[in-house]
């Protein structure tokens, strides 16, 4: 069976892109990631995608302003060229409209990091020591039109230990992405997750 194409999508570090890289070289892994796209010229994902000798494309959302769907007429673009199959977002900080969503609804993860449905949205380290709860952890899951929902493929969970601060949690937590995501993947790519 051919692998599939895989576009991660990154506004920032990418450490989640660097561990689907990572994963993909197995001569066993169902995927290969054939495209690292950032919407900021500026991500330090970037550099790591080009020395790993992976393509990537910057689509800038500034130029758009408002038009939500005029940039994400020009990721599609870019997706189309490439001939992408699935898109991971890993750390992709702009909202997707329901039309762009329902075009890859089956076929587009995003890494959340909290164990959903606690927890959607921004600084969920925080909210979950404010919270006081004993376990936390991250979500992978296919994306739909409402934020942080739709059908969860993984979680991985961590302790919350006493004393913890928001830099500690987010540390293990990332950890347990970096695990999870490349094994959600792979579940996606083998078709061994039917929503
Ligand atoms: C991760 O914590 C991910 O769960 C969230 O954004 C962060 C991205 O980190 N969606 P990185 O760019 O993958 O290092």
């Known amino acids: 069976m051919s692998r599939k194409r895989v576009a991660v999508l990154i506004s920032g570090r990418g450490s989640n892109m660097t561990a689907l ?3 993909a070289k197995r001569a066993d892994y169902p995927a290969e990631i054939a495209l690292v796209v950032s919407n900021r010229p500026d991500a330090g994902g970037l550099a790591t995608a080009q020395h790993e000798g992976i393509a990537t494309e910057v689509v800038d959302h500034k130029p758009f302003g408002k038009d939500r769907a005029a940039f994400e007429n020009a990721i599609q673009a870019v997706l189309e060229r ?8 890993a750390g992709f900080m702009r ?4 039309d ?5 609804y089956g076929r587009m993860l995003n890494i959340h990091p909290a164990l ?12 979950a020591l404010d919270a006081g709860v004993a376990e936390h952890g991250a ?3 296919l994306v739909v039109p409402d934020m942080d929902s739709g059908p969860i493929l993984l979680q991985g969970s961590v ?6 601060t928001e830099t500690d949690l987010a540390a293990r937590v990332l950890a347990v992405e970096h695990r999870i995501y490349p ?3 792979k579940m996606l790519a083998e078709g061994r997750f039917a929503p």
Do not use: S
């Open 100 to 104: 762009f969503v329902n075009r890859w």
């Open 159 to 164: 302790i919350v230990r006493p004393g913890d």
């Open 95 to 98: 909202i997707l409209t329901g």
């Open 82 to 89: 490439h001939r992408i199959d699935i898109v991971c977002l």
């Open 116 to 127: 959903l449905p606690a927890f959607k949205g921004l600084d969920t380290h925080r909210r």
């Open 183 to 185: 094994e959600a993947l």
């Open 139 to 141: 979500t992978v899951h």
């Open 21 to 23: 890289i990572a994963a």
